[in-house]
């Protein structure tokens, strides 16, 4: 494995998991609270905790397979780090601009066009077609957000 390839293993998983993390958090914690505070606090949380954690993740999963190099393993470490930690803060910026409401939306909504975006490129670099993967993608990522709102009200129904 080379250093670009430790990148882009690093970065590929960092973007979706802080994507999709972040997503069903953002819309768990808004249906069951209807807190900004809370959502705020949940987004920081992610990106220090859980890109730690993937972080840790990767790192332990690069050693386990005994064929990389210690600088490749930490290349996909730190990547995988800052990438989900730097893509997990931008979900701050439409709460800091906008109602709660409105806030999970654009973040809805800038988090498809992130995916959407990667998805083509991975299409792009595996000779596929586009549609199919950028649809399985934004498939799954609706998925979550849709279990994480009917957790949240579920949640908020029995504990709120």
Aim: hydrophobic fraction near 50%; glycine fraction near 8%; charge should be neutral.
């Amino acid at each position: 494995m080379k250093i670009g390839h430790s990148l882009k293993v690093g970065l590929s998983f960092g973007l979706t998991s802080a994507i999709i993390t972040t997503l069903g958090l953002m819309v768990g914690l808004f249906s069951s609270t209807h807190s900004k505070l809370v959502v705020i606090g949940g987004i920081l949380t992610i990106a220090i905790a859980d890109s730690m954690s993937d972080a840790l993740g990767i790192h332990v999963s690069e050693e386990s397979e005994n064929v990389h190099t210690p600088k490749e393993i930490w290349t996909s470490t730190l990547s995988t780090f800052f990438s989900k930690f730097i893509f997990a803060l931008t979900f701050l910026i439409p709460l800091l601009l906008f109602d709660l409401y409105t806030a999970v939306l654009v973040s809805i909504l800038w988090g498809f066009l992130l995916l959407g975006g990667f998805s083509y490129y991975i299409a792009r670099q595996q000779k596929a077609k586009a549609w199919k993967v950028i649809g399985e993608h934004l498939l799954i990522a609706s998925f979550v957000i849709i279990i994480t709102f009917y957790a949240g009200e579920w949640i908020n129904s029995v504990f709120g």
